[in-house]
């Protein structure tokens, strides 16, 4: 149980293009899921937090602007990088908490973004 | 601000010994923490969570302390196995603005050598 999908696994896109990265709960629901963004031998960086019907809280320093969240069902989440650049190329990482305590979070099996 | 620090080298063992990793931290003081496992390309997988009034948990091979006086947790692997060779993180509760996401850190690399 608790499977978490995120679609596409990889991805290329030319500079200036948008992206959607999709995040689903497939067997359990979702009030809140998770972005993080993952750099080379880095450590993961929480971007967002996402819950269902609501705007989603931003981490300082990131951009909700370039970054759009849609948490649109209790099992899908959307993370859309807008206008990429090369520097948005990233592993990101989407993660979903089980239950009210929301202390324990299973984890997509991630999204790589290259932007040419 | 919060910090959290693993040892940053890849930690070699031998196979069937005990790999232990440190998790230290710094301005926190966590309700709970976290070892996840990630391989490379993959997210991570969530191993075992340790909360403030626990000394220790274990999960068959696996053994977690968390000593919040010293503001750190060991991570122990017993009868490590070449399966177990990957990229092993600590995380804690976030206490910035997003509620409830984890701060990680940057993970030790481990290598179970046959």
């Known amino acids: 149980g608790a499977v978490v999908s995120q679609h596409p696994s990889w991805v290329i896109c030319k500079s200036g293009t948008s992206v959607k990265i999709e995040c689903r709960s497939l067997?359990?629901?979702?009030?809140?899921m998770f972005w993080y963004r993952q750099f080379p031998k880095q450590s993961l960086m929480l971007m967002a937090t996402?819950?269902?019907?609501?705007?989603?809280?931003?981490e300082q320093g990131v951009e909700k602007d370039k970054f759009l969240i849609n948490h649109a069902s209790l099992t899908l989440s959307t993370l859309t990088v807008t206008s990429a650049h090369p520097e948005d190329s990233s592993f990101y990482i989407c993660?979903?908490?089980?239950?009210?305590?929301?202390?324990?979070?299973?984890f997509g099996p991630g999204t790589r973004l290259t932007v040419l | 601000s919060q910090k959290i620090e693993q040892n940053s080298e890849a930690l070699n063992i031998q196979e069937g010994k005990t790999a232990t990793l440190t998790c230290n931290y710094t301005?926190?003081?966590?309700?709970?923490l976290q070892w996840y496992r990630q391989d490379p390309g993959r997210g991570p997988v969530f191993l075992l969570l340790?909360?403030?009034?626990?000394k220790e948990k274990r999960k068959e091979r696996l053994k977690v302390t968390f000593d919040t006086t010293l503001k750190q947790s060991l991570f122990h692997i017993t009868a490590s196995q070449p399966a177990d060779s990957a990229t092993y993180l600590c995380?804690?509760?976030?206490?910035?603005?997003?509620?409830?996401?984890?701060?990680f850190g940057k993970g030790t690399h481990l290598i179970i050598q046959p």
């Open positions: 067997d359990f629901q979702a009030t809140t």
């Open positions: 301005n926190y003081s966590p309700a709970y």
């Open positions: 993660s979903a908490s089980l239950g009210p305590k929301r202390d324990t979070q299973y």
């Open positions: 995380a804690l509760e976030s206490s910035g603005g997003g509620a409830d996401g984890l701060t």
């Open positions: 996402s819950n269902e019907g609501s705007k989603a809280t931003y």
């Open positions: 340790i909360r403030e009034n626990e």
